[in-house]
């Protein structure tokens, strides 16, 4: 057996067993992936997972959401390899959120390994965009004229709303935001509200290689809980419309509740969104080293 890293150099490789949509992840800053071949060059084993902290001031912590095991052994050196590599970064603490079996390999070495797994609903809600079509906000059908796509937004004017963002400490779903680029995003069906004081909401999705389109950043500003409300309603109307013109009715659309607020708004607007199963558990980790103390992070940004 082998311990492969994947990196965006070889990613192109393990394609067909990572799959699109996770391989895709390996562009991106924050991202991290293991392998575990057997003697016939087969991967037995894999894990992938999300550092959160990296580039702040803040204790790191590793965010686990995939893992396969077909090996009791691979799965062995796999979860010792992650801890090994985890505590190099200077994570103080491994969070696990993975759609696995009850009585799997995967579970029965998660908790070996120190993850007190219990049985969730995940924040994923997977929607067709017909449903979206069929929501209490979709009856009026109107354009707003405070709405626009944002390939009509210059590159300043998103950047400038990113850093207001990050100023406030605000990421969505993007740990890595501040480095991917406009591009990144659908920009036919993202869009952003704008009026007389500036931009003042956005609603970003970014195209998957399945063809999901997943929503990354959901984020409104306002003088109270009205304003904002009514700004975000515009905006995913908006956004629906956008993608009616472009996408089937089959279109799956996904939406992560990763926060209460975002918990709030999906279930006003999808109440019949439900999260599929997952297991989720944490456990603290020693770092090797303290995250001040690392070298200046080389960050990949996307072309």
Not at 65 to 83: H, P, T, V
Not at 211 to 226: F, I, R, W
Not at 271 to 278: A, S
Request: hydrophobic share 35%; aromatic share 8%; glycine share 6%.
């Amino acid at each position: 057996m082998r311990i492969i890293d994947i990196k965006e150099e070889n990613v192109s490789l393990f394609l067909n067993y990572l799959g699109k949509d996770r391989a895709e992840n390996m562009h991106r800053s924050f991202y991290r992936c293991i392998v575990v071949e057997n003697d016939r060059e087969e991967p037995i084993a894999g894990m992938m997972w999300e550092m959160i902290g990296l580039d702040e001031e803040a204790p790191v912590e590793s965010h686990i959401f995939w893992i396969s095991i077909k090996d009791e052994e691979a799965g062995e050196e796999l979860l010792k390899s992650y801890r090994r590599k985890v505590s190099a970064e200077g994570a103080v603490l491994s969070k696990a959120s993975v759609y696995i079996k009850r009585n799997s390999l995967e579970n029965q070495l998660l908790k070996k390994h120190g993850f007190p797994l219990k049985l969730t609903e995940g924040d994923h809600i997977t929607l067709r965009l017909s449903e979206l079509s069929e929501m209490p906000i979709m009856k009026n059908r109107k354009l707003s004229d405070k709405v626009k796509p944002l390939c009509d937004v210059s590159v300043r004017t998103y950047r400038n709303f990113i850093s207001n963002l990050l100023d406030k400490g605000k990421k969505g779903l993007c740990e890595d935001i501040r480095y991917v680029p406009m591009s990144w995003f659908e920009n036919e069906v993202s869009c952003c509200y704008e009026d007389e004081e500036g931009v003042n909401g956005m609603l970003l999705f970014h195209m998957a290689p399945s063809g999901n389109l997943v929503l990354k950043l959901m984020s409104v500003q306002g003088k109270d809980k009205k304003e904002m409300g009514i700004r975000l309603q515009l905006l995913m109307r908006q956004a629906v419309l956008y993608a009616e013109e472009l996408y089937p009715p089959s279109t799956r659309v996904i939406v992560e509740r990763h926060n209460e607020t975002a918990l709030f708004i999906s279930e006003r607007l999808f109440p019949r969104g439900f999260g599929r199963p997952v297991y989720v558990g944490e456990r603290k980790e020693e770092p090797v080293i303290k995250p001040e103390e690392t070298d200046d992070l080389t960050l990949f940004k996307l072309s």
